[in-house]
C-alpha cells in the first residue's frame, strides 16, 4: 500500500512536471524592446467568436502596413527587422490578459495595436500598464480605457465625442425628434446612448422613444421597432453593434420607419449594407473616416487596401487599425531611445501626423485629437461622404 | 503507518506549496514568465469553480448548467466590497472581506433558486439554473451603480497566483473532507438512489440545499478572485457559454472524481492558450482534441480515479486496526 | 392594447422558429435519450447551404427571386445535405457513447458545436462575415384584425404547425415511427426484435438535420442574415422550448416553442428594459407549476 | 396499544382500485407476511406505508402517531423502513458507506465539523465505523466491506439492503420480497438470517413474499391479498387451509371474487 501510493506521488509530481515544462518551453531574453535587430510588434483582436467579423479588418488594416514596410523599418539610419504578432483575445476580457501576457512576457513586443472593444482595452489595460508596454486601442471609445494609466493610448474618437457628433448632425439637418434604440447588454451601446442622449437633449432635441433589446443573440426587434414608430419620430438612432445592425435597418422600414437612421461609427462596414439591402438607402453615420477622402495619405491608403483584397473599400475597422499601427511606427521613428518607455513618450509627443483622416496630434489624455465625418449610405450600399465635424 | 499518516497530512499542501515555490522560482529565473502565471491563474479558478460544479453535479446528481450565475455574483459582490465600500482601504482583509461577500452574496443567490426549484428533476432542473444564470446577467446589466452593462472598471488587482492556489487548495482540501463525512454520503445516496436514500431517512431537498449552497459559495469566492485577477467585470463576461465550460471541464476530468476536476481544468484551460500557433484553426482543433478525449476516454481522464490524498479511506480511522487483520487492505477501489 | 394583434404575430414567428427546431430537437431527444447541442448549428448549416446552394443557382434567378421549382430543389439539397451531415455526426461522434452515461455524449455535442462553428469560419472561402440571405420568395403583406402578416410569417407559423403534424403521424402511425418509438424504450430489448437500431437513429438524425435546415430556412427569410455563429444561441432556445414542452414530447416541444416566443415578445413589449429578464422568469414559473414540462406528465419512478 | 395501527387503508390509481380497505394490526416483535398472487398490491402498501405513495384514504398510526402526509425520509425518521424488491442500494459507494447513508439522519456531527473534518468529527466517524462493522460482521458481510455495492453478488446486494435498513434503526422493519429470484441454498438463508435478526434486534417486522415454504416457517400471522383486498389472515396453518388462498393460488379465484378489481 505504501508502495502504490508513492508511486502514485510519483505520478503527479511528473505530471505537475510535464504541465509546468509544456508551459515552461518560452523564451528567456530580457524584458522590453529590440532584440537582434528585430523589433516586434503585437496585434490583438478577435479572430473567432461573435465579433470575429472585426477582427477579420482590423487583421487586414495591419497588414497594409506591413506590406508597406516589407518587413524592414529605418529608425535613425539603421534598418531593424520588424514583426507583426497576431493574437486571438475571441472578444474575451479573460483571453486579452492572457495574450497581453504572452505579447508583452514572452513575445517581448515593443508595443501592442487593439485591443479593438473597451471592455478588452479595460482588461488588458492593467497588465500593460505595470509592465509599462504601451498600448494604441483601435476602436476602444470608452473614456475609461485611457485613464487606466499613461502607457495605454487610442486610435479612435471617445464615445461623448461620438454621440455628440451623431446629436449635432442630426441637430443641424432639422430633426426635433428622435427616437433610440440600443442593446442594454452592450457597453458600447450604452455609453454611445447615454452621450447622445445628453448632447441632443442640449442641443433642444427631444428623444421620444427609447426602447432597449438585450444581447447580440436576440435578433428580433419587431416589437421594439413597432413602438417606435408609433412615436413617429423625425430621425432613428441606432447606436448598435455592426452584427445586429443589418437587420435593425431592415425591419425598421418593415415597420414603417421612413424617417432617417443615424448609426455609431460600427456601422461603417460593408455588411451592413448587404444585410439590409435597399433599405439601407438614408442610412447616415459617424465615422472617424472617410474611403472617399481626398488627402494623399487616404488615397494612398484606400488604393493599396483595395489592391490586396480584391477591391474591398477599407471601413473603420480597418482604417483605425492602420492608423494606430501607423502611430506605433511614428513613435519608433522618434523615440529617443528604442524601448517601451521610449515609445510611449514618442506616442505622447505625436504632432499633425498625417493620417488616412487627417492631421492627427494626441492630446494630454492619450485620446487623439482629430474629427470625425458623418457618411450615408446609398441604395446600393455604398456609403458618401456628408459632411465633417471637427473636434470641440 | 505514523510516519505514512504524517506525509500523508502534508501531502497536498506540500503540492500545492511546491508548486507556487516551482512557479516563483522559474519566474526567477526567466525559464517562466507573467504569460504563464496567468494562464495558471486562471487554471486555479477554474478548478474551484469545476470542483464545486462537481459537488452538485458529479456528487449530488443534480445537472446545473448556470454556474456561472453563481460565479458573477460572487465577482460583483467582491468587486462592491474591495473597490467601493472601501475603496481607499488598501488591506487583505478587505480583499478577503470581498471574497466572502462575494461567496454569501452567490449562496443567498443558491438558495433563493434552491428552495423552489430543486424538487425539479434532471432537465428541468438545468433549464432552471439556466434561466436563472440569464436572469443573474440580465439584472445585472441594469444595476447602473455597478457599471451596469458598461461593467466595472479599476477593480485592484489583489488576486495573485499564491492567493488562488491557497484558496484552490482550501476548496480541494474541504470538498475531500465534506465527501467524505455524513453530508457527502448523504450526497452520494442522492446521486446513485434519490428513492433509497428518502427511504433511508435522508432528507433530499435539505442536503440537495446543502451540496448547492456550498457549491454556489465556491463558486462565489471563484468569481471574486477573477474580478481580482482581471480588474474589469462586466455581466456579459458570465454567459451561458461560460457555464458550459465548466460543464465540459467536469465531464472531461471525471465526474464526481475531485482529481478529475483539477485535471479537466487545468489541462482544457491550457490546451487553448497551447494551440495558438495554429492561428485560426486553433478552436477547430480544440474542438476535435475535446471530442478524441470523451471517445477514447468517455468517463473523463480521470473518471473514478482518485488521487491518495483527494480520498480518506475507511481504515484511515483506525491508529491500530480494528477489524485490520480481516479488512485491511482489501479493495479500495472509490 | 391596439397592437396584441401585431405582437401574437411577432410572438408567434418568433416562436415558429423555436418550436420547428425544438420539433427536431425533442425527437432526437426522446429517442435517442441525449442533449444535442449541437442541434442549433445543424440550423446554421442549412442556412448557410442554403446561402451557397442559391448563389449556385443564380442563373435561374428572376428579378430577386427564384421559380417555385428551384425553390423546391434549393430548399431539398439543403435539407438531405443538413440531414446527411446530422446523421455522419452521430456515427462518428455519438454512436460509440450510445451506452455511456448521456453526460458524456452532452460533452462530445460541446465538442461538435464548437467545431462545426470554428472550422467553417477558418475556411477562408466562409470566414466569419455575416451574409445576406437571398430572397426565395417575395413577401406580401396581409391585413388581419387590423394588424400586418406577411406571407413570410404566415408560411413560418403553419409550417411549425404542420410539421409537428406530420412528425407527430411518422412516429405515431408509421413503421418507421414505432422502431422510433421501441427504440426509445428500451434499446436492447428493440434490438433482439429485430430492429436495426443504428438505422433507426441514424434516420431520426437525419429528420432532426433536415428539419434543422427547414428551421433555418425560415430563420433566414424572416431574419435575413447568415454566419457561422448564428445557431448556438436559437439551438439553446430550442433545447428550453423542448424541456418547456415535455421531454420527448413532440406535440409539447411546438407549444414550448410558441409559448416561448410569445413570451419573450409579450415581455419585451411591456418593458424593453427588463423584457429579456422576465422571459426567463415566466420560465421558471411554468416549470414550477409544471415541474415535467407542459405536455409531459409527471412519472412516479416505480418502486 | 399495538406498534402499527392500519385502517381502511386504500389507494386508487386513475379509476383501479390498487388496495382497498386493508388494515392490519401489529404489535410489537411480531414477524408479520403479507402473501398473494402478481400483482395482489402488496408493494403498494408498502409504498403508502412508507410514505411513498399517498394513500386515497385510511390511516396509518405508529404507537399512536399518525403518519399520514409525513414524506418517506420522515418516514424513516419515526422508525419504519424497507427494503426493496428491485434492489435499490447506492451502487457506486462501497458496502460500508452505503450503510453509513443510512445513518445519515443520527448524524450529529455539523457541517463545518465536516468540512474541517476536527477531531471529533474524526472520533464520531470512527464510532460509525465500528458500529458498522459490527453490524456487517453479524450479516456476515464484513470481509466485503470496502467492496462497491454493485460489485457484490445477488444474495449479498439483499442482505445488504437489509443490513442498511437496520441501520436506521428502526422499530418497524419491511422487507419486500427478501428472497426474490434467490437459489434455494441463498433462500435457506435468508430464512435463518430473518428470524435472528428479529430475535437480535428486536424489531418488528413485515414482509411480503409469494414464497409459501419460505413464509409458512418463520411468520407469526400472514395475511393473503389478492386484487388489493384481504381474502384471509391468521396463523400459517390457518391460512394454508383456507379455500379462498388456494383457489387465488390454483387459479381459478376470479369467479368468486369477480368483484374485487373494481
Known amino acids: 500500500m505504501k508502495k502504490s501510493s508513492i508511486k502514485r506521488f510519483l505520478g503527479l509530481f511528473l505530471a505537475l512536471a510535464m504541465i509546468l515544462g509544456m508551459t515552461a518551453c518560452g523564451g528567456k531574453k530580457e524584458a522590453g524592446g529590440v532584440d537582434d535587430d528585430t523589433i516586434k510588434i503585437g496585434v490583438v483582436c478577435p479572430i473567432s467568436g461573435n465579433s470575429a467579423i472585426a477582427g477579420k479588418y482590423i487583421t487586414h488594416g495591419v497588414e497594409v502596413v506591413e506590406e508597406e514596410l516589407g518587413g524592414k523599418i529605418e529608425i535613425g539610419g539603421k534598418e531593424y527587422n520588424i514583426e507583426f504578432i497576431y493574437m486571438d483575445n475571441e472578444a474575451s476580457e479573460e483571453k486579452t490578459t492572457n495574450v497581453f501576457q504572452k505579447l508583452i512576457e514572452e513575445e517581448k513586443v515593443i508595443a501592442i495595436v487593439g485591443p479593438d472593444m473597451s471592455k478588452c482595452a479595460l482588461a488588458g489595460g492593467p497588465i500593460a500598464q505595470k509592465a509599462g508596454c504601451p498600448v494604441v486601442a483601435t476602436f476602444a471609445t470608452n473614456t475609461a480605457v485611457t485613464e487606466v494609466g499613461d502607457y495605454i493610448f487610442r486610435a479612435c474618437f471617445i464615445d461623448p465625442f461620438q454621440g455628440k457628433m451623431a446629436a449635432q448632425y442630426i441637430w443641424e439637418s432639422g430633426y426635433k425628434t428622435t427616437a433610440v434604440m440600443f442593446n442594454n447588454a452592450d457597453a458600447y451601446a450604452t455609453g454611445l446612448t447615454d452621450a447622445f442622449v445628453e448632447a441632443y437633449e442640449g442641443l433642444g432635441g427631444q428623444v421620444v422613444a427609447k426602447e432597449e433589446y438585450s444581447g447580440s443573440d436576440v435578433k428580433d426587434y419587431n416589437v421594439q421597432l413597432t413602438k417606435l414608430a408609433s412615436s413617429s419620430p423625425e430621425c432613428v438612432f441606432f447606436p448598435n453593434l455592426l452584427g445586429e445592425l443589418g437587420l435593425q435597418i431592415q425591419q425598421a422600414r418593415a415597420a414603417g420607419l421612413t424617417c432617417p437612421i443615424v448609426c455609431g461609427d460600427s456601422a461603417d462596414t460593408p455588411e451592413v449594407g448587404e444585410v439590409a439591402g435597399a433599405a439601407v438607402e438614408n442610412v447616415a453615420y459617424v465615422s472617424a473616416f472617410s474611403a472617399e477622402a481626398t488627402t494623399d495619405a487616404a488615397k494612398s491608403f484606400v488604393e493599396k487596401y483595395t489592391a490586396k483584397f480584391d477591391g474591398e473599400t477599407p471601413n473603420s475597422n480597418a482604417e483605425l487599425a492602420y492608423e494606430a499601427t501607423q502611430m506605433v511606427l511614428y513613435a519608433l521613428q522618434n523615440a529617443d531611445e528604442l524601448t517601451r518607455e521610449g515609445v510611449r513618450d514618442a506616442l505622447k509627443e505625436i504632432k499633425d501626423l498625417e493620417l488616412p483622416s487627417g492631421k492627427m496630434s494626441m492630446a494630454e489624455d492619450r485620446n487623439p485629437i482629430k474629427g470625425g465625418v458623418v457618411m450615408q449610405y446609398d441604395a446600393d450600399g455604398v456609403s458618401h461622404y456628408v459632411s465633417s465635424i471637427n473636434p470641440n | ?334 | 392594447m391596439t397592437y396584441f394583434f401585431q405582437y401574437l404575430i411577432y410572438g408567434l414567428q418568433l416562436g415558429s422558429v423555436y418550436a420547428l427546431l425544438a420539433l427536431g430537437y425533442t425527437m432526437v431527444y426522446g429517442i435517442v435519450g441525449m442533449i444535442n447541442f449541437a442541434h442549433g448549428d445543424f440550423l446554421m448549416i442549412g442556412a448557410l447551404g442554403t446561402y451557397f446552394i442559391a448563389q449556385a443557382f443564380e442563373s435561374f434567378q428572376v428579378g430577386s427571386a427564384y421559380p417555385m421549382l428551384i425553390i423546391g430543389l434549393i430548399i431539398l439539397i439543403a435539407m438531405v445535405g443538413t440531414g446527411a451531415i446530422a446523421s455522419g455526426v452521430e456515427a462518428i461522434a455519438y454512436r460509440p457513447l450510445r451506452n455511456k452515461p448521456r453526460m458524456i455524449a452532452l460533452i462530445t455535442a460541446v465538442g461538435v458545436s464548437m467545431f462545426l462553428e470554428n472550422f467553417p469560419r477558418a475556411l477562408p472561402f466562409i470566414g466569419p462575415n455575416p451574409r445576406s440571405f437571398p430572397t426565395l420568395f417575395q413577401a406580401k403583406n396581409l391585413d388581419l384584425f387590423g394588424a400586418t402578416i406577411t406571407t413570410t410569417q404566415l408560411v413560418m407559423i403553419v409550417l411549425a404547425v404542420v410539421t409537428m403534424v406530420v412528425l407527430y403521424l411518422v412516429v405515431n402511425r408509421t413503421k418507421i415511427g414505432s422502431q422510433m418509438r421501441a427504440v426509445s424504450m428500451d434499446k436492447d430489448a428493440a434490438s433482439l426484435m429485430g430492429i436495426n437500431i443504428n438505422k433507426v437513429i441514424s434516420i431520426t438524425f437525419f429528420i432532426g438535420g433536415a428539419l434543422a435546415a427547414v428551421s433555418g430556412i425560415c430563420y433566414a427569410s424572416a431574419y435575413p442574415q447568415v454566419d457561422v455563429y448564428m445557431g448556438s444561441w436559437l439551438g439553446n432556445m430550442s433545447f428550453v422550448s423542448a424541456v418547456l414542452g415535455g421531454i420527448g414530447d413532440i406535440r409539447g416541444a411546438m407549444l414550448g416553442g410558441f409559448i416561448l416566443g410569445i413570451a419573450q415578445i409579450f415581455a419585451t413589449a411591456i418593458n424593453s428594459t427588463f423584457g429579456y429578464a422576465v422571459g426567463f422568469i415566466i420560465l421558471i414559473v411554468i416549470l414550477l407549476v409544471k415541474p415535467a414540462g407542459i405536455m409531459g406528465r409527471l412519472v412516479v419512478e416505480k418502486v | 396499544m399495538s406498534l402499527l395501527e392500519v385502517k381502511n387503508l386504500s389507494i386508487m390509481f386513475g379509476g383501479l382500485c390498487a388496495v382497498d380497505d386493508f388494515n392490519l394490526s401489529v404489535e410489537q416483535g411480531e414477524l408479520i407476511a403479507v402473501i398473494g398472487p402478481n400483482g395482489a398490491g402488496k408493494t403498494t402498501i408498502f409504498n403508502m406505508l412508507t410514505g411513498i405513495y399517498r394513500p386515497t384514504s385510511g390511516s396509518i398510526s405508529l404507537d399512536g402517531e399518525d403518519l399520514i402526509g409525513l414524506k418517506p425520509w420522515q418516514f424513516a425518521k419515526k422508525g419504519i423502513t424497507r427494503t426493496f424488491q428491485n434492489i435499490r442500494l447506492f451502487s457506486n459507494a462501497t458496502v460500508a458507506d452505503n450503510v453509513k447513508m443510512a445513518h445519515t439522519m443520527h448524524n450529529d456531527q455539523g457541517l463545518f465539523k465536516c468540512l474541517l473534518r476536527l477531531p471529533s468529527m474524526k472520533r464520531s466517524e470512527r464510532a460509525l465505523d465500528e458500529k458498522v462493522m459490527e453490524l456487517l460482521d453479524r450479516l456476515g458481510l464484513a470481509d466485503k466491506a470496502d467492496l462497491l455495492a454493485k460489485n457484490l453478488p445477488y444474495g449479498d446486494q439483499r442482505r445488504l439492503e437489509i443490513a442498511r435498513a437496520l441501520m436506521t434503526e428502526p422499530k418497524l422493519l419491511l422487507l419486500d420480497e427478501p428472497v426474490a429470484g434467490m437459489i434455494t441454498a441463498e433462500m435457506e438463508d435468508m430464512a435463518r438470517l430473518v428470524p435472528k435478526i428479529r430475535r437480535d434486534f428486536g424489531i418488528t417486522i413485515i414482509l411480503i413474499e409469494h414464497h409459501m415454504n419460505f413464509v409458512m416457517p418463520i411468520a407469526d400471522r400472514i395475511k393473503v391479498l389478492d386484487f388489493g383486498k384481504t381474502i384471509a389472515e391468521g396463523t400459517p396453518e390457518k391460512v394454508q387451509k383456507d379455500s379462498k388462498v388456494i383457489e387465488a393460488y390454483l387459479g381459478g379465484g376470479y369467479a368468486k371474487n369477480g368483484n374485487a378489481g373494481s
Open chain 2, 1 to 334: 503507518m505514523k510516519g505514512k499518516k504524517w506525509i500523508k497530512a502534508v501531502y497536498p499542501a506540500a503540492v500545492v506549496a511546491l508548486i507556487y515555490l516551482l512557479v516563483t522560482a522559474l519566474r526567477g529565473v526567466g525559464i517562466m514568465n507573467g504569460y504563464y502565471n496567468q494562464v495558471l491563474m486562471f487554471a486555479g479558478i477554474n478548478i474551484m469553480m469545476t470542483a464545486s460544479l462537481n459537488l452538485v453535479n458529479g456528487f449530488t446528481g443534480q445537472f446545473c448548467i448556470g454556474h456561472a450565475g453563481f460565479m458573477s455574483l460572487g465577482a460583483y459582490g467582491a468587486a462592491v466590497v474591495t473597490s467601493m465600500l472601501f475603496k481607499n482601504t488598501d488591506s487583505v482583509f478587505v480583499f478577503l472581506l470581498g471574497l466572502v461577500a462575494g461567496g454569501f452574496a452567490a449562496m443567498i443567490a443558491g438558495m433563493l433558486i434552491g428552495l423552489p426549484s430543486l424538487k425539479l428533476k434532471g432537465d428541468y432542473l438545468a433549464i432552471v439554473t439556466l434561466a436563472f444564470g440569464e436572469i443573474v446577467r440580465a439584472l445585472l446589466r441594469l444595476v447602473k451603480p455597478i457599471g451596469g452593462a458598461r461593467g466595472m472598471i479599476g477593480i485592484p488587482g489583489y488576486a495573485n497566483l499564491g492567493w488562488i492556489l491557497f484558496f484552490m487548495a482550501l476548496t480541494l482540501f474541504l470538498l475531500r473532507n465534506l465527501i467524505h463525512s455524513p453530508f457527502g454520503r448523504a450526497f452520494i445516496a442522492i446521486r446513485d438512489n434519490e428513492v433509497a436514500a428518502d427511504a433511508m431517512g435522508i432528507n433530499t431537498t435539505k442536503y440537495k440545499m446543502t451540496s448547492f449552497c456550498i457549491a454556489a459559495f465556491i463558486a462565489g469566492v471563484a468569481g471574486g478572485l477573477y474580478a481580482h485577477v482581471i480588474s474589469f467585470i462586466q455581466p456579459d463576461n458570465f454567459s451561458f457559454t461560460k457555464s458550459a465550460d465548466f460543464l465540459v471541464y467536469l465531464y472531461a476530468g471525471g465526474s464526481g472524481s475531485l482529481t478529475g476536476s483539477v485535471v479537466g481544468a487545468t489541462l482544457l484551460t491550457i490546451l487553448p492558450e497551447f494551440l495558438r500557433f495554429l492561428a485560426d484553426w486553433r478552436l477547430a482543433v480544440y474542438a476535435v482534441i475535446l471530442v478524441l478525449v470523451m471517445l477514447y476516454r468517455s468517463e473523463g481522464l480521470c473518471g473514478g480515479l482518485e488521487l491518495p490524498f483527494m480520498r480518506i479511506r475507511r481504515q484511515e480511522l483506525y491508529e491500530e486496526p480494528l477489524f485490520g487483520k480481516k479488512t485491511k487492505g482489501k479493495g479500495e477501489q472509490a
